[in-house]
């Protein structure tokens, strides 16, 4: 069930509950507040009625007994109350007990009291003594004597049976009535209310609501509106807050992690590349070669590793400066890198040493290509750098698998190598 129609309800029930109690309450209070006025009228009018009957016939004895009692009660016109200071004056006589136009009148009498005669026996016992039984002590108490010429004749007890007119009965109906249009009333003012207030709070809710789901989704940067200045919408101008707080803090945790990553990358590929030359290193080429060469024999797929060394390098450092001994490294670096294919793996092996391997690549083309990088190098206009600078390569170039590991293969190479430079330098030695 939604907070709104909980809302609601808890509002619809409290009405009704206060407007059932209050209502409840007064229909109770004024029906007693009634029933007691009308019995003690009730009660005063029995006595007046008593005392004219009595007054026409002398006596209980005398009378026609209790039916023409009855009837004489039924009868419409009945005499005005008398006291018992009234007793001697001259009374207008009640109406015969039958007779006269629309009287007597049907049904129960109006009212029906406890009545009995000088000696307390029960004339009447209104549903409550059997007739001619003694009253009793305790009922005695309240009895009202009823004197007719100075003696007492009857005694009337107010305990009894009012049978409500039929006016009485209209009054409690609209009573009812009034009662059940209050209930209703309320019913519908405390759905208008609550329409009307779930309407506000539920607005502010859920847009929280959403926030909170959008924030679980991902999207940390919320704001919700906030209406009013009560504890809803402190509740969305802290939460507004609270958001705010938590998208600019995980965004410096994205960038400083970000900032992280790329250190991390460049100190991974600082680890890898040599400082001068910016190619890769010896460690780097070390541990490529040998997945290469994993590839090549797993694959039966061809190989050649290369070793290259700039001829008379140390006469460069030391008849031109240690300068354009770096400059000549970084220009022969970038000549080989120049001209790699992607997937060729070339390293400065250390000192004035370089190599390479080329994937997928016979003896012949690797020689080939060699010779090519080494005709470059000699030719390249190294006068720029320094008039009388001539810079050469010598290389060894060898392709045979079977030699069990890229280091072995680099040994052999490196043999080819010595034998470039043994017969004469400048120049590219290989081996199947
Ligand atoms: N400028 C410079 N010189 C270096 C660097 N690394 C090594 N060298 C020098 O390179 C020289 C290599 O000399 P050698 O090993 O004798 O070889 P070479 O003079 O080239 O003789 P051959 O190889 O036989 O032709 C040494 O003098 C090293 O000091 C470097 O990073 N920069």
Known sequence: MSLRTKFMLALLLTGLAAVA???????????????????EQAAEHFHATVTAYLQQYGSWQASPG??????????????????????????????????????????????????ADQDYRVLLGAGVYHPGEPLPDAARKDARAVTVNGSVVAYVSPEGVITPSKQELQYLA?????????????????VALGLLLSRSLGRT????????????????LQRVPVQGKDEVAELAAAFNDMSEKLARS????????QTILLQAEQMRELSVRDALTKLHNRRHFDEQAST??????????????????????KKINDQFSHATGDAVLRQVGEILRSHM???????????????????ETELPQAAALCDKLRGMIESFPWHQVHPELKVTMSMGVYADLAAGTAEAMLQKADALLYR??????????FAA
């Open 21 to 39: 109690m209050v209502g409840g309450l007064a229909y109770v209070g004024m029906t007693k507040k009634v029933d007691s006025i009308r019995r």
């Open 174 to 190: 609209a009573m009812r009535d009034a009662l059940w249009f209050g209930v209703s009333a309320a019913a519908v003012l405390a």
């Open 341 to 359: 294919r992607l997937s060729d793996l070339v390293a400065r092996y250390g000192g004035e040493e370089f190599v390479i391997a080329f994937p």
């Open 205 to 220: 809710l859920g847009c929280l609501t959403d926030a909170v789901r959008a924030m679980h989704g991902g999207s940390l």
């Open 292 to 313: 290469l060469f994993s590839h090549a024999v797993r694959h039966k797929r061809p190989l050649s590793v290369v070793i290259g060394d700039i001829d008379y390098f």
């Open 66 to 115: 209790r039916d023409g009692f009855d009837e004489y009660m039924r009868s419409g016109d009945r005499p005005p109350p008398l006291s018992d200071g009234a007793q001697g004056e001259e009374r207008r006589p009640p109406p015969p007990p039958q007779g006269g136009e629309g009287r007597p009148r049907a049904g129960e009498p109006p009212f029906r009291f406890i009545l």
């Open 250 to 257: 995980h965004k410096e945790l994205q960038d400083s992690h």
């Open 420 to 429: 470039a430079k043994e017969t004469g330098r400048n120049r590219v030695c």
